[in-house]
DNA sequence: ATAATACTTTAGCGAATGCTTAAGTATGAG
DNA sequence: CTCATACTTAAGCATTCGCTAAAGTATTAT
C-alpha cells in the first residue's frame, strides 16, 4: 500500500499545527459548523478554513453544506492510521526488549 | 503544562515526513549512526543531518558522539507524548459514543 | 606526516506554510 | 426585493522547509 504511507504525512502534518489540533479536540466533542470552529481562534474565518482544508485532505474532517452553514464531522477511523504506525514501532521496539532480556538472562547465571 | 502542547507541535512535525519516519523505524530496531541512517535515503548527508537535528529538537532522538561516528538513540517516552493525546481525544470520542447509545437505549422502549 | 573517513557548518534557493485583505457567492430573515 | 449571515475564493507576503553545494573539523589508518 504505497498511499499508507503518504496519508500519514498528510494526517501529521495536520496534527502539527495548535490551531487544526484544537479543531479536531472540538470535533471530538461533537459536529460543529466552520464558524464555531474559528470562534476560539484569533485569527480570520478565511484563515480557518485553510485550515480546514488540510484536515479535510488528510481524511481527518468531512463536511456537508447545511443552508448555509458548513457542518464538519471528524474521521476518526483515519486517526486510527496513526495507531496502526504506532503499533508497528512499537512490535519492533518491544522486540528489542525481548532480546535484550534474554541476552541478560543468558549472562545471569548465578 | 504549556511546554505539552508545543513538544506536540514539534514531534508531529517531525514525523510529518516519509525520510524522519524511515528514520525512527531503523531506529526502533536498535541504534545507528549518522552514516548508516542515511545509507537508505536518497539525499546528502547534510540533508539526513538536518533531518536529524528536526527530530532531535522533538526530542524523538537523542545522539552521542562515538569517536567520528555519531551515535543516534530513539527516545521511545517522547513517543509516548503522541500516545497521551490520543488517548486523551479517545475519551472524549468514546465518551459520545456511550452517550449515543444511551440516548438510542432510551428511545428502544420496545 | 599524509590521507581517508565521518561527520559539521554555512550559504543559498525554490517550494510550501500560515496568515492577511479584499472581493466574491449562496442562503435565510424581514 | 433588501439586507445580513455564513461562508468562499483569490492574491499577496513574510517565514519556514527540504534540499544542495562547498568548505570546514575531528578522528583513525598507513
Redesign the interface.
Known amino acids: 500500500m504505497l498511499k499508507y504511507?503518504?496519508q500519514?504525512?498528510g494526517i501529521?502534518?495536520a496534527?502539527?499545527?495548535?490551531s487544526r489540533?484544537a479543531m479536531?479536540?472540538r470535533l471530538?466533542?461533537?459536529h460543529a459548523s466552520l464558524g464555531a470552529l474559528a470562534e476560539p481562534l484569533e485569527m480570520t474565518l478565511s484563515a480557518v478554513q485553510q485550515h480546514l482544508s488540510i484536515l479535510r485532505d488528510a481524511g481527518l474532517v468531512s463536511t456537508e453544506k447545511v443552508g448555509r452553514t458548513r457542518m464538519c464531522t471528524?474521521r476518526?477511523e483515519q486517526?486510527d492510521l496513526?495507531?496502526r504506525?504506532?503499533d508497528d514501532?512499537r512490535a519492533?521496539?518491544e522486540r528489542?526488549i525481548d532480546r535484550l532480556d534474554a541476552y541478560l538472562a543468558k549472562g545471569d547465571g548465578t
Open positions: 504511507e503518504s500519514l504525512d501529521f502534518r496534527l502539527a499545527d495548535p489540533r479536531v479536540e471530538t466533542h461533537g471528524l476518526i486517526l496513526v495507531d504506525w504506532f514501532r519492533h521496539w528489542r
